[in-house]
């Protein structure tokens, strides 16, 4: 397909979906609202994990920071400033953990991230139980849910855009290098550390930018809703069931995905953690490369 | 004229085993050297030592009078260095064509877009890969594997190459090929540090020998001769009936 005829419409969708919430009921428009954020999610997430391979549940705690930002700062300032507050300071907090962790290599990257997670909530709560004196906070802001998902949805088509930019840029190559051979790539010239870096800020911006657009979706605010551990699991298994190398991967994996955790969340609460651990083994070990790759082979009358 | 390449006093240890014990030595601009020595006597610690892979413990390495001892290895690329792994290692995810655009895009001068994709077809011909850059790596044969890493090498647009055994593994009349690669190299001024056991090469390629054992130089000088000194038939003797 041509360049110019995906763009077409990519933006015809985007007009389509953006015009939806004036049409269809607010349960739906929450739906829409959830998917777009799960889609942003799963999108900025493959960015930078996707190519290098380093498996991130960091997820939450930059979406967390987001959302605990605008829950501290929504009344203190006006709301593009609180949005911007919430993006510089999940830039900084990515600085400081890419820093200090992408040197670490396969499970280790994945259970510091974890345990990052886990930080930040135990810090944020112990900040405000002895040194703020609150324990949860309210979010006012005038925003009903299509405004909120009009802004998810801006955001998904920006994240959408600069994933497709960087797949075509030499970053792009590189990245896809570090993942293959960190070696090879350093002596072929690509300054390793720095690009992961970059990718890793870039990504983690814009999932606390998700996290901050949707807080005002709760009203009430508190670490153990924000920093809840299924949102880095969940990011992380629709960005691998769609395919984490590809542009369009994250959003074929998170749509489905996320329709059936929303049926599942409501019929078997219980058990839904179980069914999450289950359905992640059974898609690294069917489709380890997604289901895009996947359609792609059985096209090409390959063996999978 | 000043030297191309010039290694300084150069050591390294792991742990209690000392790999590289105080060597030095000095390549001109467009001379091919050989590296030779038995199994483990140093060479390719030498070499990722000069490439930045692994940081030495003394010494200098200077490259066209630049000191690059502690520079990682990116840096050490962008300076004109480039090199080939004793293991062939080609990046699998990315297509042939692709493997050598890395080197391109970041190599000294940064070629992208159309311009980049000419290049490297052009690199790719050169190594006989002609037209096979859409091909996966995966699906490559070895000598085509090797050729790819020379053509990724070269991508980066070195004055200093540094071939890791990279004849090794091919039959007589690929290492026909081989040689005859390196030669056209040559006779473009590409200086070259070659490690390689296969002695006809070394006699068909370079004009100087060094020989290292147990992480020590232990001889130096015009191959012909140097090969035939006991000292250096020893080391390799040695190595096999030990
Ligand atoms: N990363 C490393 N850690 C520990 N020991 C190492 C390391 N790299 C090399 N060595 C040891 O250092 C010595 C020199 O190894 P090196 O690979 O430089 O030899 P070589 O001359 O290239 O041998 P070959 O001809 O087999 O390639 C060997 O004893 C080797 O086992
Ligand atoms: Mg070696």
Redesign the interface.
């Known amino acids: 397909m041509k360049v110019q005829t995906a763009f077409v419409l990519a933006a015809a969708a985007l007009v389509v979906l953006a015009l939806a919430p004036l049409f269809i009921p607010d349960y739906w428009t929450g739906v829409l609202l959830g998917m777009t954020g799960y889609v942003t999610l799963a999108t900025a997430w493959a960015m930078f994990s996707g190519?290098t391979r380093y498996v991130s549940l960091a997820t939450v705690a930059f979406f967390g920071v987001g959302a605990y930002t605008v829950a501290v700062l929504n009344e203190a300032m006006p709301y593009p400033l609180v949005l911007l507050c919430a993006a510089g300071i999940g830039m900084a907090l990515a600085l400081v953990v890419g820093l200090s962790t992408l040197r670490l290599a396969g499970v280790y990257f994945v259970i510091f991230t974890f345990g990052l997670a886990e930080l930040v909530r135990q810090l944020v709560s112990w900040w405000e139980v002895n040194v703020t004196y609150t324990m949860g906070r309210y979010v006012f802001l005038p925003f009903e849910g299509r405004h909120i998902y009009w802004q998810l949805l801006a955001l998904a088509a920006v994240t959408l855009l600069i994933s497709w930019a960087i797949g075509r840029s030499?970053l792009g190559?590189?990245l896809?290098?570090v993942?293959?051979?960190e070696?090879?790539?350093?002596?072929?010239?690509?300054?390793?550390t720095r690009i992961k870096l970059l990718l890793f800020v870039i990504s983690a911006t814009i999932i606390t930018l998700v996290g901050a657009i949707q807080a005002p979706r709760w009203t009430y605010i508190e670490p153990s809703i924000v920093f809840n551990p299924t949102v880095s699991f969940m990011t992380l298994i629709m960005a691998l069931l769609g395919g984490a190398?590809r542009l369009w991967g994250p959003l074929v994996g998170a749509v489905p995905l996320f329709l059936l955790f929303e049926w599942l969340s409501v019929s078997f609460p219980d058990h839904f953690s179980i069914i999450l651990g289950l359905l992640f083994i059974l898609i690294v070990f069917v489709m380890p490369n997604g289901v895009l790759a996947r359609l792609e082979d059985l096209r090409k009358g390959g063996r999978a | 004229m000043s030297a191309q390449l010039e290694i300084a006093n150069l050591h390294k240890r792991f742990g209690g085993l000392v790999a590289v014990n105080d060597v030095s030595f000095t390549l001109r601009p467009g001379e091919v050297v050989g590296l030779l020595g038995p199994n483990g006597s140093g060479k390719t610690t030498v070499m990722n030592m000069i490439?930045?892979?692994l940081p030495s413990d003394g010494g200098r390495v200077r490259v066209g009078g630049v000191d690059i001892t502690r520079m990682?290895?990116?840096r050490?690329?962008?300076q004109g260095v480039?090199?080939t792994?004793q293991l062939v290692?080609p990046?699998?995810?990315?297509s042939v064509a692709?493997n050598v655009?890395?080197?391109l895009?970041?190599?000294?001068r940064?070629h992208?877009g159309r311009e980049a994709r000419d290049l490297a077809e052009e690199k790719l011909a050169f190594v006989g890969l002609a037209g096979r850059g859409e091909e996966q790596v995966g699906n490559l044969t070895y000598i085509d594997q090797k050729r790819l890493e020379m053509a990724?090498a070269l991508?980066?647009e070195p004055e200093l190459l540094l071939l890791d055994e990279w004849l090794a593994g091919l039959n007589p009349s690929e290492l026909r090929i081989g040689i005859d690669l390196v030669q056209h190299l040559q006779g473009q001024g590409m200086t070259v540090l070659l490690v390689e056991h296969i002695m006809e090469a070394v006699r068909a390629l370079c004009s100087r020998c060094i020989v290292m054992s147990a992480g020590e130089v232990i001889a130096e000088g015009e191959s012909g001769e140097v090969l035939q000194r006991p000292a250096v038939i020893k080391a390799y003797l040695g190595d096999d009936h030990a």
Request: charged fraction near 25%; charge should be positive; glycine fraction near 8%.
């Open positions: 190519p030499r190559l590189a896809k290098a993942g293959d051979d070696t090879v790539a350093a002596h072929a010239g690509v300054d390793v190398m | 490439s930045g892979a990682k290895p990116h050490v690329a962008r480039a090199r792994f290692r990046l699998p995810t990315l692709e655009l890395l080197s895009a970041f190599g000294r940064r992208w990724r991508a980066s």
